[in-house]
């Protein structure tokens, strides 16, 4: 599978396009684990098997909590106002390989497929940045 992802990238194959022909052919790179069934299981093996190759990944909580003030604190990376949030949204998870590569993980449940939601479309646009970029990043259900 690694084979065919870095042949997207070497043609500039939209990581949506990708996505869709592995949905429509079968050859999803997502394998998750048995009795996986959802998605914060999904996520603890994706960050198990990324130690396992070498890789860390951390949790990316994103959101907006007031202070004592009452004055609004956003955080999580690509969180800077609503606006850019609504069109780049990160991924849950965020690391860095043993080679200093920048990963991000997108997870999702056990059986998830790409539906094109708004939300769905921001997360990807997060996912082509980081891969425009030369990081690792892409949807998961539960592979690394």
């Not at 007031?66 to 849950?92: A, E, H, Y």
């Not at 056990?110 to 990043?137: C, H, V």
Request: with cysteine.
């Amino acid at each position: 599978m690694k084979d065919l992802n870095q042949w997207a990238d070497r043609w500039d194959i939209p990581a949506v396009a990708l996505l869709e022909l592995k949905q429509s052919i079968g050859i999803m790179d997502q394998v998750p684990a048995p009795n996986i069934t959802t998605e914060a299981e999904a996520q603890n093996i994706v960050r198990l098997k990324a130690t396992e190759a070498g890789a860390r990944l951390w949790r990316n909580n994103v959101g907006v909590l007031r202070d004592d003030r009452g004055v609004p604190v956003r955080f999580g990376i690509c969180n800077d106002t609503s606006q850019l949030n609504k069109v780049l949204k990160s991924s849950d998870l965020i690391g860095i390989s043993s080679s200093g590569q920048f990963i991000a993980r997108e997870v999702k449940r056990p059986g998830w497929k790409y539906t094109g939601t708004p939300r769905e479309k921001a997360q990807l646009n997060f996912i082509n940045l980081i891969m425009s970029l030369g990081g690792d990043a892409k949807f998961t259900t539960g592979d690394f």
